[in-house]
Nanobody, 127 residues
Framework: QVHLVESGGGLVQAGDSLRISCAAS????????MGWFRQAPGKEREFVAA????????YYGDSVLGRFAISKDNTNDIVNLQMNRLKPDDTAVYYC????????????????????WGQGTQVTVSS
């Protein structure tokens, strides 16, 4: 059974940096792409970042491009999201996600690419 557990969220000020992590179990982590999404109150879930199974290809949402960085630790089965220059608009619950099977990574910016989701970690950025 696949489990994804996010950690590292919290309350920070605008301009600060924060790293959140997602620990995966129940899958051969090195063989899978991973993604991050976020959802703010009253808004739809938004794509944040994705990394392919090799770790060589990354996609980012337009609102985080140049500020956030996704990385994959295949030794410890963890995917990290380094968030820099945080803004109040980044306030949301952040979810990591994994697919059930190998799919075209070109679809990794969409939620339908993923089958497993973590419970989320809250990130709050004060102005």
């Amino acid at each position: 059974q696949v489990h994804l557990v996010e950690s590292g969220g919290g309350l920070v000020q605008a301009g600060d940096s924060l790293r959140i992590s997602c620990a995966a179990s129940g899958l051969v982590f090195r063989n899978y792409a991973m993604g991050w999404f976020r959802q703010a109150p009253g808004k739809e879930r938004e794509f944040v970042a994705a990394i392919d199974w090799t770790g060589n290809t990354r996609y980012y949402g337009d609102s985080v491009l140049g500020r956030f960085a996704i990385s994959k630790d295949n030794t410890n089965d963890i995917v990290n999201l380094q968030m820099n220059r945080l803004k109040p608009d980044d306030t949301a619950v952040y979810y990591c996600a994994a697919p059930r099977q190998a799919r075209s990574f070109a679809q990794a910016t969409t939620s339908r690419f993923y089958d497993f989701w973590g419970q989320g970690t809250q990130v709050t950025v004060s102005s």
